[in-house]
């Protein structure tokens, strides 16, 4: 991914930040960018924290995904929502933690999005390629995290009352 594809897909986050006034569409937007302008980024979701578990919001891929609630703890996903800190991992077939969706994927970043200082939600990415990614993926998706938080937290509350939660 060229620094100009980066700077050029943060606009247009930001772009799709100030335009839509719906925190569902400003996420469906946003991995629908994601997953469209980098080809080893498979499959885009945003998981949603539900109290102890994460919750499924906006994804695009070329399939659904079984893991619709995941635990806060359990799975890559789990564990980065737990520590509010990036995993990368590079070969999903020797990460013990790794909870399987796809049987094409090789490597994995979930990126934590913080709002009001605790984790409100994450972005999951899923690559075919083994080792997809770099450093240069987790500081633009963590600026993505950002730019999206306040919408992710919108999101995430509507969700658990929605749920009688
Ligand atoms: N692989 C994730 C589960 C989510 S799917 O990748 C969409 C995990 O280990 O937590």
């Known amino acids: 991914m060229t620094p100009d594809a980066r700077r050029s897909t943060l606009e247009a986050v930001d772009r799709i930040v100030n335009r839509e006034s719906a925190a569902k569409d400003v996420l469906k937007k946003t991995v629908a960018v994601l997953r469209g302008r980098f080809d080893h980024y498979s499959w885009v979701g945003i998981y949603l924290v539900d109290g ?27 564990a980065a929502a737990a520590s509010g ?29 913080a ?5 409100v939600g994450e972005i999951d990415i899923d690559s075919d390629a083994p ?6 993926d987790r500081m633009f998706l963590e600026r993505v995290a950002t730019l999206v938080s306040l919408h ?8 658990s009352s929605s749920a009688g939660a």
């Open 52 to 78: 102890a578990d994460l919750v499924l919001g906006p994804s695009d891929g070329p399939e659904a995904t079984e893991h619709m609630r995941i635990p806060v703890g359990q799975g890559v996903c789990g």
């Open 115 to 119: 709002f009001g200082g605790r984790v």
């Open 85 to 113: 800190v990036t995993e990368i991992v590079g070969d999903v077939t020797v990460d013990e933690r790794y909870l399987a969706c796809f049987p094409s994927t090789r490597s994995e970043i979930v990126v934590p999005i």
């Open 131 to 136: 080792s997809a990614f770099d450093d240069d």
């Open 152 to 159: 992710v937290a919108h999101e995430a509350a509507a969700h």
